[in-house]
């Protein structure tokens, strides 16, 4: 029988070692001190996956929750089986019992058909969902961060849009499951500070576009970005007046682990602000379209040191690029993805209780 040299042996064994490390995207080291436990629903999601490589890069130990309805596993592959990472297959409408030091609170349907498709659902991820979490932020002591959005400013009749104003919301139109169902989601991380003392965070997210957005996702940038790439027509529902303020993925997630780490437990707009206008192929107009949304970010600016770094041309050549590698990808599959309409979704939804 041949045993090898010792240290043939050694030397192989670190080319082994070191080849499982470079597996992994590079991760700073955090001391016991510094190193916190952190829980991001939602994380396999366009937002929480690009959070997840933010937080996973800065040393911390995170773990994901997501019931895989509009996140995919795929967003955060390269951490499967890396030491500081965990993913668990979960629906935040049923409790969940850890320990952890942070959480952000992300899991629920974003874009306009997604959340519209079943709006139950929606209602129940954002009220039982945001309840859960609170109850397990209050059991462990740890500090809640809602991602809220621009929506609960509804079809705004005040510009720009600070944070002391109230909304004007539909109730009971299409798009209320999201929109009133974050501003309960709101009212309870303050029920739940006031009341039982728990560390609460709510940004308020506006328009956000990047790289692992869901083709189907729904949302004008991505739907304009394949309807080009396709050579379709690019659908502008309305008039085309409408405005919105884009911002770039990796700022919201600056801002995101900003405001969580800050001591400002009201809310904050978190967005770039920028305008932007639809023109070209007009379709009828979505029901309860926001005709205006102009942000106020000065909060932001002031009170957290942060603002926008990333410009939108810069931003969507890096997601068009996305979307391309997406599109050969699916081709090589044999599956030609349409852009989705933001639809009301007519008569009982099959799927997701
Ligand atoms: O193909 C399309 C898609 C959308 N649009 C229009 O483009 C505008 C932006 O629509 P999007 O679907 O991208 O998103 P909305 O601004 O309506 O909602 C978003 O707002 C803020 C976020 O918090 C939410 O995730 C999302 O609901 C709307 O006026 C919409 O009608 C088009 O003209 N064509």
């Not at 009212?187 to 957005?213: D, H, L, P, W």
């Not at 932007?276 to 309860?288: C, G, H, T, V």
């Amino acid at each position: 029988m041949y045993f090898p040299p010792i240290e043939g042996l050694i030397s192989g064994m670190f080319i082994l070692i070191s080849s499982f490390s470079q597996k992994y995207p590079p991760v700073k080291f955090l001391s016991e001190k510094d190193r916190k436990r952190i829980l991001i629903t939602g994380g396999a999601g366009f937002v929480g996956s690009h959070l997840t490589d933010k937080l996973m890069m800065d040393g911390h130990e995170v773990t994901v929750v997501d019931n895989f309805f509009t996140g995919r596993k795929r967003n955060v592959e390269h951490w499967i089986g890396h030491e500081n990472f965990e993913l668990i297959n979960h629906d935040v409408v049923e409790p969940l019992y850890i320990e952890v030091d942070q959480i952000y609170h992300l899991a629920s349907p974003a874009s306009p058909p997604n959340y519209m498709y079943n709006p139950i659902k929606t209602l129940k991820t954002n009220t039982i969902g945001t309840l859960n979490m609170l109850g397990l932020a209050k059991r462990v002591g740890a500090r809640l961060l809602l991602a809220s959005t621009s929506e609960v400013y509804g079809d705004p009749e005040v510009h720009p849009q600070n944070e002391e104003y109230w909304g004007h919301v539909n109730p009971i139109g299409p798009r209320a499951c999201y929109d009133e169902g974050k501003r309960v989601a709101e009212t309870m991380c303050y029920a739940y500070m006031k009341q039982e003392g728990v560390e609460v965070r709510v940004a308020r997210i506006f328009n956000t576009f990047g790289s692992r957005m869901h083709m189907n996702d729904g949302r004008v940038v991505s739907n304009f970005i394949l309807q080009a790439l396709q050579g379709e027509p690019l659908t502008v529902y309305g008039s085309g007046s409408q405005t919105r303020a884009f911002q770039y993925v990796s700022d919201l997630v600056n801002g995101l682990v900003s405001l969580m780490n800050s001591n400002i437990s009201s809310p904050v707009n978190l967005v770039n602000p920028t305008l932007s206008r639809s023109q070209i192929q007009f379709l009828p107009e979505a029901q309860d379209d926001p005709r205006r949304r102009r942000p106020d970010i000065r909060k932001a600016k002031m009170m957290l040191g942060w603002e926008p770094v990333v410009p939108l041309e810069e931003g969507l050549n890096k997601t068009i690029q996305y979307f391309s590698r997406e599109l050969e990808h699916q081709a090589n599959n044999q599956y030609i993805p349409k852009p989705k309409a933001a639809r009301q979704k007519k008569g009982r939804p099959r799927q997701h209780n």
